[in-house]
């Protein structure tokens, strides 16, 4: 069983930025694939990024890709997500998820097994 927190919400102006961290607790596999979903309001959830807890291998949404940075902390069983340049439709509630059998690139929601409670990001213009 794994247990998840994300941190770093807020509310920024377009162009600002924020850093979301997203901690595990129990288990973690080696193999895992730690991913960042988006759900702005009245809308259904989306992968933003993933990134391999053991290898680093990332991969993005192209609506964030150059302006988001996924990483991790292997020893802290830590995720983050650096966002930059952040836009009005970024709003959201931005969820922290674990992978344990399935791709990892795909980003699909449906293959994440443990997820977070939810942070929020409101980017006012």
């Known amino acids: 069983q794994v247990q998840l927190v994300e941190s770093g919400g807020g509310s920024v102006q377009t162009g600002g930025s924020l850093r979301l961290s997203c901690v595990a607790t129990?288990?973690?596999?080696?193999?895992?694939?730690m991913g960042w979903f988006h759900q702005p309001p009245g809308k259904e959830r989306e992968g933003v990024a993933s990134?391999?807890?053991?290898?680093?291998?990332?991969n993005y949404a192209p609506s964030v890709k150059g302006r988001f940075t996924v990483s991790r902390d292997s020893a802290k069983k830590t995720a983050y997500l650096q966002m930059t340049n952040l836009k009005p439709e970024d709003t959201g509630t931005y969820y922290c998820?674990?992978?344990?059998?399935?791709?990892?690139?795909?980003?699909?929601?449906?293959?994440?097994?443990?997820w977070g409670q939810g942070t929020q990001v409101t980017v006012s213009s």
């Open positions: 998820a674990v992978l344990i059998v399935g791709s990892c690139g795909k980003l699909e929601a449906s293959d994440f097994a443990y």
């Open positions: 990134i391999v807890v053991v290898g680093g291998y990332t």
């Open positions: 129990g288990y973690l596999h080696p193999t895992a694939c």
